[in-house]
């Protein structure tokens, strides 16, 4: 079982940044292409951008890109996720994924593995 702990959530002001950690396996995080989701009440849960395993390969969904900046480190089995300019529309609780193979895709049915979340909360 392949545990991944979100961390760095919170309550924001719109405009400040935020810096969310994704914590995996320390032997075999760099097998894992990850992603990272968001999910607001009563919406589905949304694709916000990935890496591959190597840290190459970056992709955004375009609602964030310009301001959400991914990356890892595989040397601290650690992902994150920089959110600049916060909007109130990204309150929402953040979930970081995983899956084996060395490309992240947009789909959440394509990750095995899943953190338990951390709550983003952007109100003045």
């Known amino acids: 079982q392949v545990q991944l702990v979100e961390s760095g959530g919170g309550l924001a002001q719109p405009g400040n940044s935020l810096k969310l950690s994704c914590q995996g396996p320390v032997r075999s995080f760099y097998t894992y292409s990850m992603g990272w989701f968001r999910q607001a009440p009563g919406k589905e849960r949304y694709f916000v951008g990935g890496i591959n395993r190597s840290g190459g390969g970056i992709t955004y969904a375009d609602a964030v890109k310009g301001r959400f900046t991914i990356s890892r480190d595989n040397a601290k089995n650690t992902m994150y996720l920089q959110i600049d300019n916060l909007r109130p529309e990204d309150t929402a609780t953040y979930y970081c994924?995983?899956?084996?193979?060395?490309?992240?895709?947009?789909?959440?049915?394509?990750?095995?593995?899943w953190g338990q979340g951390t709550q983003v909360t952007v109100s003045s």
């Open positions: 994924a995983a899956r084996l193979g060395g490309l992240h895709t947009g789909a959440a049915s394509d990750y095995r593995y």
